[in-house]
């Protein structure tokens, strides 16, 4: 094998080689390698080349697909960075308007990374504290024994509603229990679109539905608190209370990621993360 640089204008030779078969190949930066075809030379023959003609390169692209389970697992790892002023979780808030559907295994797990947040306790003992104040649940009493049963009661209460909602019935339904922020038109437009996305939520194949999922896990939930709430509470009454302070709490909730991103940490700007 011989190596030469043509002249400027191409021009290149090779000079005492020995006799037999041989071939070129020219190689140019930002050109598609040329090989010519194979030629004979003889001994004291000159031989010349024929014309060497370059294309241009095929330009070379790299396309990296993921399976949808992987591309949801970014989405939910992004998510869980979310923080209303840097403190209070909004991982629930989708700011990806196409984003991938989450695996029943998912909406699991991140149930869990988001009800047991260390900010949610805070939430926790905040609402203890202020039925404690007004002695809601009087059957509780009061006093150190009195609070930790109604810490208990709302500790409760928001684990059983964040898993049946988030988690239970969006598995069994096919829905999906992430908020998605619209961020566009009025004001009125996107007050409408928070409220209603506490009735209508999309489902894993991309529909919309009637949010079944956070409907029955708001009344499931509400149910079970006739377990542990004092005698005197219990009953239908308590049930409907719970849900109703349930949809309202959602309904707030969702008026809030509406109209809180610029609050939000880590929130993506385009909306594709």
């Known amino acids: 094998m011989h190596t030469t640089i043509s002249g400027a204008n ?11 078969s041989y071939f070129v190949i020219v190689n140019a930066k930002d050109f598609a390698i040329f090989t010519s075809g194979e030629f004979i030379v003889a001994d004291q023959q000159v031989y010349e080349v024929p014309d060497v003609s370059l294309s241009v390169a095929t330009a070379n692209m790299e396309v990296t697909v993921h399976p949808t389970e992987y591309i949801a697992a970014e989405q939910i790892r992004a998510a869980e960075k979310q923080r209303l002023m840097g403190v209070i979780p909004n991982f629930y808030t989708s700011y990806v308007i196409d984003a991938a559907p989450l695996t029943a295994s998912q909406k699991f797990r991140f149930a869990l990374r988001g009800t047991f947040d260390p900010v949610s306790m ?5 609402a203890a504290g202020v039925e404690q104040a007004t002695n809601a649940f009087a059957g509780y009493g009061q006093g150190a024994a009195g609070y930790s ?45 928070a409220v209603g996305s506490a009735f209508i939520t999309r489902t894993d194949s991309g529909l919309t539905a009637p949010n079944y999922s956070y409907l029955l896990g708001d009344v499931s939930a509400a149910a079970l608190s006739n377990l542990y709430y004092p005698q005197a509470n219990r009953g239908v009454g308590l049930v409907f209370t719970n849900a109703a302070v349930g949809l309202a709490g959602r309904i707030g909730g969702n008026i809030l990621r509406e109209f809180s991103k610029r609050l939000t940490t880590n929130a993506p700007d385009n909306g594709r993360p």
């Open 149 to 193: 049963k109604r810490f208990a009661a709302k500790f409760v209460d928001g684990r059983t509603s964040d898993m049946l909602t988030h988690a239970v019935f969006p598995s069994l339904l096919h829905q999906d229990p992430r908020y998605y922020y619209l961020g566009s038109g009025t004001v009125k437009t996107r007050l409408w679109h």
């Open 10 to 20: 191409g021009e290149f030779d090779f000079a005492k080689i020995p006799s037999g």
């Open 122 to 126: 805070v939430g926790v003992g905040f």
